[in-house]
């Protein structure tokens, strides 16, 4: 499977909204409600912030959210904070029990 | 808490092996499917292997398998990775995962340990 198609880098301001995509296709994040996303500052692991497109696990900042539209999935950051900086990944089942990855998104903020 | 913590990364020549560890704590481990995850410098994660919870079925990634074996060990709650016939492209920061009962994502992943592939 190919890797999933992220924006290299997004920027915003403090109290801003930002929205990061990940292009898929029909075999990946189309097919399957199984999107989830991952926040990962450099050296620690990964936090998982969205998972099947638009849930949140506990502890989580309802500022996160997720949606899907075809074979295009978004994560949306509202009320931008300074911790927020980090780059974020999203992630779909694929099928044929493998998962995809997109390239990654560098927010700045 | 939930813990993940990897050990056995280093620096390795090309067609050598190597077997990574990661040590899970905090959680029941033989209730959850478990999984390898790699991030290649400057590049992006990669899926790389998965095993179920009972350790009898096991599945890969596409460029690894038949070099790499995912195993457990559920009595010392200890997941393993087997690498052989390293490449230069296996040189990456290696992840494990715990998969989340039901919804094919990982909700808790170790800081990682780095394994580089170089003569």
């Known amino acids: 499977q190919s890797a999933l198609t992220q924006p290299a880098s997004v920027s915003g301001s403090p109290g801003q909204s930002i929205t990061i995509s990940c292009n898929g296709t029909s075999s990946d994040v189309g097919k399957h409600n199984l999107v989830s996303w991952f926040q990962h500052h450099p050296d620690k692991a990964p936090k998982l912030m969205i998972y099947?497109?638009?849930k949140r696990p506990s502890g989580v900042s309802s500022r996160f959210s997720g949606s899907k539209s075809g074979d295009t999935a978004s994560l949306t950051i509202s009320g931008l904070q300074a911790e927020d900086e980090a780059d974020y990944y999203c992630?779909?089942?694929?099928?044929?029990?493998?998962?995809?990855f997109g390239g990654g998104t560098k927010l700045t903020v | 808490q939930v813990q993940l913590v990897e050990s056995g990364g280093g620096v390795v020549q090309p067609g050598r092996s190597l077997r990574l560890s990661c040590a899970a704590s905090g959680f029941t481990f033989t209730r959850h499917d478990m999984h390898w995850a790699r991030q290649a410098p400057g590049k992006g994660l990669e899926w790389v292997a998965m095993?179920?919870?009972?350790?009898?079925?096991?599945h890969y990634a596409d460029s690894v398998r038949g070099r790499f074996s995912i195993s457990r060990d559920n009595s010392k709650n200890t997941l393993y990775l087997q690498m052989n016939s390293l490449r230069a492209e296996d040189t990456a920061v290696y992840h494990c995962?715990?998969?989340?009962?039901?919804?094919?994502?990982?909700?808790?992943w170790g800081q990682g340990t780095l394994v580089t592939v170089s003569s």
């Open positions: 099947e497109v638009s």
């Open positions: 095993i179920l919870s009972d350790g009898l079925t096991e």
């Open positions: 992630c779909s089942y694929a099928s044929n029990i493998a998962w995809v």
């Open positions: 995962a715990r998969d989340v009962t039901g919804s094919w994502a990982f909700d808790y």
